[in-house]
């Protein structure tokens, strides 16, 4: 499944970025940007409530596949300028992190 059948599935906005030919490879969520530095891998989907520019460096840095902000967070502008100004796809949902990693589980395993 990619990163647009993903949103288009558990109705994600996109906030910043693209998801047009982008395939995601793994989960992790959590809100420590230290531990997200060493956890975040290569094309996963990064989990968070925080919306600040430091969670931009960090995905840019950890080549994360994309951001999903959880319970209806809004990014901050100046870190929506900065997803923008380095490619970072920013999604968003109201779901809870929790209802985030369980839905995109049963998608990714095929069971809706």
């Known amino acids: 499944m990619n990163l647009s059948e993903l949103c288009e599935v558990l109705s994600l906005d996109v906030v910043a970025g693209d998801t047009a ?8 969520a959590g809100d420590l940007l ?10 996963n989907l990064w ?29 901050l502008p100046e870190a929506l300028d900065a997803a923008v100004d380095n490619g970072i796809t920013v999604l968003s949902s ?5 209802e ?8 990714s395993s095929g069971r809706k």
Do not use: Q
């Open 21 to 28: 030919g982008k395939t995601w490879h793994g989960v992790y």
């Open 34 to 43: 230290s531990r997200a530095m060493s956890h975040v891998k290569l094309d």
């Open 47 to 75: 989990i968070t409530i925080m919306s600040n520019t430091n969670v931009i460096a960090v995905a840019s840095l950890t080549e994360a596949c994309a951001v999903i902000l959880a319970e209806g967070v809004e990014l």
């Open 94 to 98: 109201t779901r809870t992190v929790n």
């Open 100 to 107: 985030l990693c369980i839905a995109i589980h049963e998608a």
